[in-house]
């Protein structure tokens, strides 16, 4: 249990620390229902998703009731608890918030293009 906590604490940190938005005003074409609903975004653990620039487009395939996406070249299983259900997808495609961390990503939202 405590192994499970300190885990859970460091991919926080890893998150806050990694997951910073770059947006030099290419996003400034967004509009502001779009904006407000990428803000919105939850983890299941009610951690926050980020921002419209933190999130990408992505396709993604289903296997063995898991969801999938490819991120730079190489698929990755989408953990249970980073996909958000219930919470629409004004966009219509696929978003998935991930960082990059000494060689391994972290999912940790991704809301199908089915909850559109």
């Known amino acids: 249990m405590i192994a499970l906590a300190r885990l859970a604490a460091v991919v926080s940190l890893v998150v806050a620390s990694d997951a910073r938005a770059v947006d030099r ?8 229902d779009i904006r407000a609903w990428f803000k919105s975004m939850r983890s299941a653990a009610g951690v926050p998703c980020c921002d419209v620039s933190d999130g990408h487009r992505t396709s993604y395939d289903i296997r063995g009731g898991a ?13 249970a608890k980073a996909v958000i259900r219930n919470a ?3 966009v219509g495609g696929a978003i998935v ?11 940790s939202c991704f809301v199908p293009a089915d909850e559109a």
Do not use: A
């Open 25 to 32: 005003g290419q996003f400034g074409d967004v509009p502001d």
């Open 67 to 79: 969801y999938w996406v490819p991120i730079d070249g190489v698929w990755w299983e989408v953990p």
């Open 88 to 90: 629409g997808n004004p």
């Open 97 to 107: 918030w991930y960082v990059n961390h000494r060689g391994s990503v972290v999912i």
